[in-house]
């Protein structure tokens, strides 16, 4: 299994990036997909999950109105739109699966993790 995330870059506060997550090797509509992002000298957090149809959200409650997770199983990806950027949005951005419900995306609950994109925004 191989998640590779891209996208990330340096952006001024108030500023917008996408996010993308290509996923092989794995039945990607069979699996809830999560962002998580961790910030320097913090936790790693979830930040938004979508369900294998993509019919479910659900986001962390600092990014709502702001961030939209979205998926294309066509493709197998998953794409986050991060508008309104501030600087706490700063961190590496992981993109996982897991085998659960959108709504219980956790990350102990995730099977698969890709490599971080690096997210900087400038105040």
């Known amino acids: 299994v191989q998640l590779q995330a891209s996208g990330g870059g340096l952006v001024q506060a108030g500023g917008s990036l996408r996010l993308s997550c290509a996923a092989s090797?794995?039945?990607?509509?069979?699996?809830?997909m999560g962002w998580f992002r961790q910030a320097p000298r913090k936790e790693r957090e979830f930040v938004a999950a979508?369900?294998?149809?993509?019919?479910?959200?659900d986001y962390a409650d600092t990014v709502k109105g702001r961030l939209t997770i979205s998926r294309d199983n066509a493709k197998n990806t998953v794409t986050l739109q991060m508008n309104s950027l501030k600087p706490e949005d700063t961190g590496v951005y992981y993109c996982?699966?897991?085998?659960?419900?959108?709504?219980?995306?956790?990350?102990?609950?995730?099977?698969?993790w890709g490599k971080g994109t690096l997210v900087t925004v400038s105040s």
């Open positions: 996982a699966a897991g085998n659960v419900a959108a709504t219980t995306v956790k990350r102990s609950a995730m099977k698969h």
């Open positions: 979508i369900s294998g149809s993509g019919g479910t959200t």
């Open positions: 090797g794995l039945t990607f509509r069979a699996y809830s």
